[in-house]
């Protein structure tokens, strides 16, 4: 790696551009997340190759979720507690989603509530702006993206359109 790579990497590791390669050392293995998955959510067609790890529920802690589909609907599991324990699970009507093009990526926390009510139109409940936990993107780069964040008035997962 060149000098100026290395150095570029480095600070976007440091500034929290690249949060999923922060947890180098500490990535999921995608089979284990994906068994959990069907272990918890028979009948979903689950994708190992979507699994991703940050810290998504603000407690500290590095946790994984895993993209799934219905034949109408897009599922976003997220094992807060461990792969032995039941992962909470968010439903997205596929509607003019495309299926196969979904993915999932880690979401930074970056936007202030003011400025997602801007460009989406409505507060997110229980948001909180923070440098170190993060969201899950879910998005098929057509149709508006849903912003999966911890709700920390009501302790579950929410999400906003944009």
């Known amino acids: 790696m060149s000098h100026i790579a290395r150095n570029l990497l480095v ?63 897009i599922l976003v599991a997220i094992f807060t507690h461990g792969l032995d324990q039941p992962p909470e699970v968010l439903r997205f009507d596929a509607g003019d989603r495309n299926i196969l093009a979904s993915k999932i990526r880690v979401d930074d926390y970056v936007l202030s509530v003011a400025e997602i009510t801007g460009v989406s139109g409505a507060a997110p409940v229980g948001y909180r702006q923070s440098t170190t936990c993060h969201g899950v993107r879910l998005s098929d780069d057509s149709s508006e993206a849903a912003h999966i964040y911890w709700d920390h008035d009501h302790q579950r997962f929410d999400s906003w359109t944009q």
């Open 11 to 73: 600070a976007a590791l440091v500034c929290g551009v690249l949060p999923s390669l922060a947890l180098a050392g500490q990535v999921p293995d995608s089979s284990a997340v994906r068994a959990a998955a069907l272990k918890f959510a028979g009948g979903v067609a689950w994708r190992a190759d979507t699994v991703i790890a940050s810290d998504f529920s603000c407690t500290g802690k590095v946790q994984q979720a895993i993209l799934g589909a219905l034949p109408d609907e």
